[in-house]
């Protein structure tokens, strides 16, 4: 079993859609959760930190639940530039490094 | 202020030949890290240095995989020989060392390798 799965997608929604991500990881120590986005050919950028209270930034939301070991992105009002890929990631306890889910793709339709 | 920067961007080599690849991480980012990415998969940690130690080189193939990264600064990543499997995105990335887990890690734009 992978350490951080995702729905590969793709997932294809018109301008304007909410549309929403889920991940989960099996290491039940990690301590830190993040979202990337990588856009074709591009290398990872990060989109937001994933708190256990939730957070919020524009239109994007991510929310995590411990007890699940699940974590969402959901995207609302979604642009034609959210289209990329979306990277689920953890840094687990004692290990300074991310571990990334496989990633999700997102095509926004005009 | 200037990204993580790799070259080449782009390398074709025939399978047996060495490749080697060069990062220069972001100026004052005390931890770099090699990871390696495949189509359709993110991508997977190689080796991390804390300034100019090895820290984590637990998935790194040592058989034809060596690293260095002289004075803590720049690095560079080496395959001899190459496999038809090594074909993929190498990236390079560099954070501050910092408290907690929430330093941001930087991406560099990553060498694309095809062996033919």
């Known amino acids: 079993r992978k350490e951080v799965e995702q729905d590969p997608g793709p997932f294809n929604v018109p301008e304007g859609a909410t549309v929403a991500f889920n991940c989960t990881y099996s290491?039940?120590?990690?301590?830190?959760f993040f979202w990337y986005r990588q856009d074709c050919r591009k290398e990872p950028k990060l989109l937001m930190s994933?708190?256990?209270s939730g957070n919020e930034d524009g239109r994007f939301t991510a929310q995590l639940n411990r007890a699940s070991q699940y974590i969402s992105l959901l995207i609302r009002d979604s642009k034609l530039s959210d289209s990329a890929t979306y990277l689920c990631?953890?840094?687990?306890?004692?290990?300074?490094?991310?571990?990334f889910g496989s990633g999700t793709r997102l095509q926004v339709q005009p | 202020e200037a990204g993580v920067v790799q070259s080449p961007r782009y390398k074709i080599i025939e399978k047996k030949q060495p490749v080697a690849f060069w990062c220069n991480p972001i100026?004052?980012?005390?931890?770099l890290y090699w990871y390696l990415q495949n189509l359709g998969q993110g991508p997977e940690l190689l080796i991390r240095?804390?300034?100019?130690?090895?820290?984590?080189d637990s998935q790194l193939p040592k058989d034809r995989f060596s690293a260095e990264r002289l004075k803590g600064v720049d690095s560079t990543l080496k395959i001899q020989p190459a496999e038809l499997g090594d074909s993929a995105v190498y990236l390079c990335?560099?954070?501050?060392?910092?408290?907690?887990?929430?330093?941001?890690?930087?991406f560099g734009p990553g060498t694309r390798l095809t062996v033919l």
């Open positions: 990335a560099s954070s501050s060392l910092g408290a907690g887990g929430r330093d941001e890690q930087f």
């Open positions: 290491n039940s120590a990690s301590q830190s």
């Open positions: 994933v708190y256990s």
């Open positions: 990631v953890v840094y687990p306890t004692g290990r300074r490094a991310l571990t």
């Open positions: 100026s004052g980012h005390n931890t």
């Open positions: 240095y804390e300034n100019e130690e090895a820290v984590d």
